[in-house]
């Protein structure tokens, strides 16, 4: 007997040993500060992460648990959010300015904890304060555990591809200067691929991304739509791509030869080096769904080139489609499926227990007095409310030390007032322009179901928004254009293998049907990924009630959680 409890306790031991081996804490310093470049015949000072554009690569194994210290050199407010991560119990560290944490000021510093569960694939981390978000961003790459394998074979190397957005100016000026007049902010003048913009731009011949290829070799491109304001369409020349996971979540293998994504969103592909030895165009340009609106209307690309192909080789440049091609995006869009049985696959809740159809568009208010605004300035709501941060105290503090007056609990279920959503003679109605401002969110039970219906108007025009929840992935059940019907739609809802994601591409002048389980107590901040937008009021929040379990409930904050 005494044999065999001390078998048994070593056994234990062992076990214990094993699985703690196999959890690692994985460490990083970002010091983001000033930093001088040279891009498009022009000399500027940026905000960057140590020195460099995109950012630090971060690479952790899921249930690693990831410590970030953040040094904030720039003259800047700033907060870093973690796109994706669930934030288990973690809230604190999520990022959004004002939601999860004060800023840290400039001179301070903040370390962020979370370890990664049940998530594995592409996310990526990012400035979470104005337009920062620009030129402080990088990737985040989970791989899987020790002894597990992709759904798909593994392929010979893998290539973060980022795409971004420029200005030849300060970007923290362009939103500052948006504020003020009440209008849109200036469009950036170019796209990079990994920081670079490409051959057709000024000054940029020597400034283009480049990736040698073997032929006969399958890469696994990590492709991150780091834009602040542009969905993108994506090609390679003459080469097609299988899309295995979008926002860290494992697809059923999708062949296209045309990649949509919006800010915000990952999309993982296997790109087979299978043409003649040569160079071939990526590139990347707009996807501009609103009529008659303003955008940047350039192309960046970079070169594959095959080992051994000469370099004075021409590349081949891909047709990419037009930049209001509906039709092509929602294809992409509208077409993914979930893996299911593959890791971390979670079936589609089933009973719902509380039903949301949420309007989302742009809007009016009028010009603050005093002000440099020229007339009614650009808003944005969801349900007819314009968001509004708090400014003395993060939501998550007063959630967590029951402050009031910070936040409201009464953000609607529906529109408060029903109207044909998607008719443009809406815009006649002027009263329905102007939606009031609150700080209003929703308050859920722990581990309750949320069905959100997401309802496009065309007040002011209809367009495709990003809307991106924290904390959880959405399933996506179904997606169309027009006004939601409950009696013709729901007979299109996925229950069986939808795509899940943390950033849905709402269809312009359409709707989008979405579920989550609220299993992760705290604040958790729902908004348009378009950076214009956002700080114009196109958000809420879900506050999510502690569960009836210490592993359920939120813990205190860090002790050097910064402080307004």
Avoid at 270 to 298: H, I
Wanted: charged share 15%.
């Amino acid at each position: 007997m005494e044999r065999h409890f001390l078998f048994s306790a070593c056994a234990l031991l062992l076990l214990a040993a094993s699985t703690a081996s196999a959890a690692r804490i994985v460490e990083h310093t970002f010091y983001v500060q000033n930093l001088t470049v040279n891009k498009l015949c022009n000399t500027q000072i940026i905000t960057a992460v140590n020195g460099s554009l995109p950012g630090p690569t971060i690479r952790v194994q899921e249930g690693d648990t990831l410590l970030v210290h953040v040094f904030n050199k720039s003259p800047y407010n700033l907060s870093i959010h973690w796109h994706g991560v669930f934030q288990r119990l973690s809230g604190w560290a999520d990022g959004p300015s004002m939601i999860t944490q004060c800023p840290i000021r400039p001179g301070c510093k903040y370390i962020y904890k979370f370890t990664i569960i049940d998530q594995e694939g592409t996310l990526w981390w990012h400035a979470h304060v104005s337009f920062l978000r620009a030129t402080v961003y990088g990737a985040l790459i989970i791989l899987p555990r020790d002894g597990h394998s992709y759904p798909f074979p593994m392929p010979y190397k893998e290539v973060p591809i980022l795409l971004g957005e420029w200005w030849n100016t300060n970007v923290f000026d362009v939103e500052k200067l948006a504020v003020a007049t009440g209008a849109a902010p200036n469009l950036s003048v170019a796209f990079t691929i990994n920081g670079w913009p490409g051959d057709l731009y000024p000054c940029s011949e020597n400034q283009m991304y480049k990736l040698k290829l073997l032929q006969g070799r399958t890469y696994l491109l990590r492709i991150i739509n780091a834009a602040l304001n542009h969905e993108l369409f994506f090609k390679i020349a003459n080469h097609k791509l299988t899309v295995v996971s979008i926002d860290a979540r494992y697809t059923e293998p999708y062949v296209t030869d045309v990649v949509v994504s919006t800010p915000g969103q990952t999309v993982d592909v296997l790109l087979t080096a299978d043409q003649p030895v040569g160079s071939y165009y990526m590139a990347a340009t707009a996807y501009a769904s609103a009529d008659g609106v303003l955008f940047d209307n350039t192309t960046t690309r970079g070169v594959l080139a095959y080992d051994s192909a000469p370099s004075s080789t021409t590349p081949l440049m891909p047709v990419l489609p037009d930049f209001n091609d509906t039709p092509t995006a929602h294809k992409f869009y509208s077409n993914l499926t979930g893996l299911v049985g593959g890791p971390h696959w979670e079936p589609v809740p089933l009973k719902v227990d509380h039903e949301m159809l949420v309007t989302i568009g742009l809007g009016l208010e009028p010009c603050p007095a005093n002000t440099s605004c020229k007339g009614p300035k650009l808003s944005a709501s969801m349900n007819n409310v314009s968001f509004v941060r708090p400014t003395s105290l993060s939501m998550l503090q007063a959630f967590f030390f029951n402050v009031n007056e910070v936040y409201t609990t009464d953000f609607p279920a529906k529109p408060t007032i029903e109207f044909d959503y998607t008719n443009a003679s809406i815009n006649n109605n002027i009263p329905m322009l102007f939606a009031p401002k609150g700080t209003k969110v929703t308050k859920l039970k722990f581990n309750s179901t949320v069905e959100i219906i997401f309802q496009n108007t065309a007040i002011l025009g209809v367009e495709n928004h990003p809307m991106h929840l924290h904390g959880f992935d959405f399933h996506v059940l179904a997606q169309g254009f027009g006004n939601y019907n409950p009696a013709t739609d729901r007979k299109k809802h996925n229950f069986i293998n939808p795509q899940m994601r943390n950033t849905i591409a709402v269809p312009a002048g359409g709707w989008a049907v979405t579920r989550f389980t609220a299993n992760n107590p705290g604040v958790w901040v729902l908004h348009c990924h378009l950076d214009m937008h956002l700080p114009l009021g196109l958000a809420t929040a879900f506050v999510v009630e502690n569960g009836p379990t210490p592993e359920t409930t939120l813990p205190p904050p860090p002790v050097d959680l910064p402080q307004c």
